[in-house]
Nanobody
Framework: QVQLVESGGGLVQAGGSLRLSCAAS????????MGWFRQAPGNEREFVAR????????YYADSVKGRFTISGDNAKNTVYLQMNRLKPEDTAVYYC?????????????????WGQGTQVTVSS
């Protein structure tokens, strides 16, 4: 089984930065793709960013492109999300997720494992 634990969330003013971390454990994890999603109260869980362990290919939602950067460290089984120039609309619970395969990287339903989430609050 795979376990995911997020950290790094907090309260920050608009224009500031935060760096989220996701520590992973479990067998065959190196073959998985890793993603970040976020969910505000009453809203659907939305895709933020994704990276493949094998090739390092990255994908971003249009809403965060140019501001957020996803990266991974296979040796440490850790994925990061660097968030810069944060906006109040970025406020949400951020979740780390992993999947062994799927057709659409932005579809939360294709991910097999999820962390418990970390709260990010951006004040104006």
């Amino acid at each position: 089984q795979v376990q995911l634990v997020e950290s790094g969330g907090g309260l920050v003013q608009a224009g500031g930065s935060l760096r989220l971390s996701c520590a992973a454990s479990g067998r065959t994890f190196s073959s998985y793709a890793m993603g970040w999603f976020r969910q505000a109260p009453g809203n659907e869980r939305e895709f933020v960013a994704r990276i493949t362990w094998s090739g390092g290919r990255t994908y971003y939602a249009d809403s965060v492109k140019g501001r957020f950067t996803i990266s991974g460290d296979n040796a440490k089984n850790t994925v990061y999300l660097q968030m810069n120039r944060l906006k109040p609309e970025d406020t949400a619970v951020y979740y780390c997720a992993a999947r062994s395969g799927g057709k659409y990287y932005y579809d939360a339903r294709s991910y097999d494992y999820w962390g418990q989430g970390t709260q990010v609050t951006v004040s104006s």
